[in-house]
């Protein structure tokens, strides 16, 4: 199967909360382990989303040809780094490409394989990224609600 | 939209088929050159009077072909026939997996948002 060379690793970030953070920080409160839990915890649900859309049944062929060594499963980002550009912090999500197997394919699909549905759903719809997002400003925005009321 | 989006395609690139994105079979030989369409989602837009009143659609359209300069340049057409039309779309492109290592094939992601009147829930 042809494949770029290099993929861009798709990536979960702050965008969109730098206000908040910057009230937060305002204040006086330690934002760095507050936003990297945040991405922390939203980055494991990804992961664990990710290794559940690649349950068999959701895979083209229901699975028919999902190998016994497991190589796209192991490509799947666990524990990822958070890095700090700015004011924006950012993770690692989706498939290492660096390693064999990595789904990426599985995403978009090819003229002779449909995409895996979850996990094309998961990357290239708004709604699921959308929804971590909304859960991921929640965490910060608690935090800062009950900063104040302190 | 989905048939909408194929006959717009269709009726400008008339020489390259439209087809949904994994239908080809496994022993079946890709055309010279194609587009392929996949609706990743469709959600409520919009809403008045407690109905429905837009739907979003996405889709992903990519363009294969053993030409890849018909690659980058037929992409790009389709690009700008779709904005002419209403459509949105999501940057410039990007390189899209092949089954053939004859064709290379670069996608877009685009959206439409639909109105129309309420519909109640």
Redo the contacts between chains.
């Keep these: 199967m042809a494949k770029a060379k290099e993929r861009k690793t798709l990536r979960l970030d702050t965008s969109g909360m730098e206000e908040l953070i910057r009230k937060m920080d305002k204040i006086g409160m330690d934002v760095k382990p507050l936003v990297e839990k945040a991405l922390t915890e939203a980055g494991a649900k990804i992961s664990n989303d990710t290794l559940a859309a690649l349950s068999d049944q959701f895979l083209p062929a229901q699975g028919k040809y999902h190998g016994s060594r497991r190589e796209t499963e192991e490509s799947v980002i666990m524990y990822p780094q958070v890095t700090w550009e700015g004011s924006v912090a950012w993770i690692p999500v989706g498939f290492d490409f660096s390693k064999p197997g990595a789904g990426g394919y599985l995403i978009s699909g090819t003229p002779k394989m449909q995409p895996d549905k979850e996990l094309n759903r998961m990357y290239k719809g708004k709604r699921y990224m959308k929804g971590i997002q909304d859960d991921m400003y929640k965490v910060l925005e608690d935090a800062y609600a009950d900063e104040l009321l302190k | 939209m989905k048939q909408n989006l194929i006959d717009l395609l269709s009726g400008e690139f008339k020489t390259y088929p439209v087809?949904?994105?994994?239908?080809?079979?496994?022993t079946?030989a890709?055309p010279e050159s194609?587009f392929?369409i996949?609706n990743?989602?469709t959600?409520d837009w919009s809403h008045y009077d407690n109905g429905t009143v837009g739907f979003v659609w996405?889709f992903?359209v990519?363009f294969?072909s053993v030409d890849p300069t018909l690659v980058n340049t037929v992409l790009a057409s389709a690009r700008y026939l779709l904005i002419q039309h209403g459509w949105l779309v999501d940057g410039v492109g990007?390189?899209?997996?092949?089954?053939?290592?004859s064709?290379?094939g670069r996608?877009l992601?685009v959206i439409y948002l639909e109105r129309f009147q309420p519909i109640i829930n």
């Design positions: 087809i949904l994105q994994g239908s080809l079979s496994p079946e890709y194609f392929t996949w990743t989602e959600a996405r992903t990519a294969f990007e390189d899209t997996p092949t089954d053939e290592i064709h290379t996608s992601d």
